[in-house]
């Protein structure tokens, strides 16, 4: 039998193993293995730094996933204001002794890793509010008092982040503290009025911004104002998608890839290469993974018997919906550029570990999907 932590009433370590959602756990696996073989290619066909890091990371994190899996529920739901808390004091650790890269102060060292507590906030918060209201009626949702802690929950650190400055990060997690607020029953004309505030507050807010983050706002919406400086990188992605046409360049053969036209092409832009390389039935293809995960994530939350799970797996379902459609919005022109990577694909450690960590948590609302919490 498993220990305290592992242990549900008559249920063993191999139970709940043979209890996993292998479809989800195969998807997972997949979407690793096209990451993997992208990298390779971000990297011209040479098994480098990138890649070896990229599978060094892949390969523990996706050990996160399976050993998360295994802890009950329970446990998880008695720690999740914990979890919350440590995040929330690396992100203020961040302002005080994080590192500076690229004239954005976003990494804290933690001697073994470089951490962006940021990318951990957006699994945190929605555990946080899961916590918050999975006892409390729908009717009461809307009641004066259980307003003001939700709201300060996400606008502390959206804050911390926001002033790092890392705008797009920092806009992610409003979004999710809101998707999972709307989820518990908050009323949708709250969210109107707010929307019309936030609205008229928009020319203030712009005054606040940086020049640089200015300067992508007014690329957004006419890139060719700057094509070899704020524009480039836009244009050469949407050169370099539309050159892949409708079955793509080939594995390896991308132009705008090889050629270095295209910046970041590991990172926030690594659906770009992807799509060069495979064309349209490739990204479809990827496509349809991210929506079977989402799927697979909600189908074990409607299952779930408890309300915490349920609020937990639809609001990650729905945060990760965001996060892929965000950063192939932001790579097709669609939105501006916010430094948003793409779940698994995109090369980055604090990102890969925040998505294990949220899937390992569905994974334990799926084993103990019948469990009753206290």
């Known amino acids: 039998m498993a220990t305290n932590f592992f242990s549900k009433k008559n249920l063993s370590v191999i139970d709940k193993i043979l209890s996993f959602d292998y479809f989800l756990v195969f998807l997972v696996l997949l979407l690793g293995i096209i990451s993997l ?25 996706f050990l996160f996933f399976i050993i998360i ?23 203020i650790g961040v302002e005080l002794y994080g590192i500076t890269a690229s004239g954005s102060k976003r990494w804290i060292s933690l001697f073994f890793i470089n951490l962006q507590p940021s ?9 946080f509010l899961a916590r918050y209201y999975y006892k409390i009626p729908s009717q009461n949702v809307n009641n004066i008092k259980y307003i003001i802690l939700p709201f300060i929950s996400f606008l502390i650190p959206v804050y911390l982040v926001a002033v790092q400055p890392d705008l797009g990060t920092a806009v992610l997690i409003a979004i ?28 203030v807010g712009i005054s606040f911004l940086k020049p640089y983050q200015k300067s992508r706002i007014l690329t957004f919406f006419n890139p060719e104002r700057d094509p070899l400086g704020a524009g480039y990188q836009i244009i050469q992605s949407k050169i370099a998608v539309g050159s892949g046409g409708i079955l793509g360049k080939g594995f390896l053969q991308g132009s705008q890839s090889y050629l270095d036209y295209l910046p970041e092409k590991h990172t926030d832009f690594i659906f770009t290469l992807f799509s060069e390389e495979f064309g349209f039935f490739g990204s479809l293809f990827l496509l349809l993974i991210y929506a079977l995960i989402i799927y697979r994530i909600t189908k074990i939350g409607s299952e779930s018997r408890n309300n915490f799970a349920r609020l937990y797996c639809f609001g990650f379902a729905s945060a990760f919906f965001v996060y892929v459609a965000v950063n192939m919005s932001m790579v097709l022109g669609l939105l501006p550029i ?9 090369y980055g450690g604090s990102s890969m570990l925040s998505i294990m960590i949220g899937l390992g948590i569905v994974m334990s609302c799926k084993i103990h999907n019948n469990e009753q919490l206290g």
């Open 119 to 127: 990318e951990l906030m957006k699994i945190a918060l929605i555990i």
């Open 338 to 346: 916010v430094g948003a990577p793409l779940p698994i694909m995109s």
């Open 37 to 61: 073989f992208a990298m390779y290619s971000s990297e011209q066909g040479v098994f480098s730094y990138h890649t070896k890091s990229h599978l060094y990371r892949f390969s523990v994190f």
């Open 176 to 203: 999710t503290g809101l998707i999972v607020i709307w989820l518990s029953g908050f009323r949708i004309k709250y969210f109107l009025y707010s929307s019309l505030v936030l609205i008229c507050l928009i020319p």
């Open 69 to 91: 899996s295994l802890f009950k529920i329970e446990y998880l739901l008695r720690s999740a204001y914990f979890f919350y808390i440590i995040i929330l004091l690396l992100l």
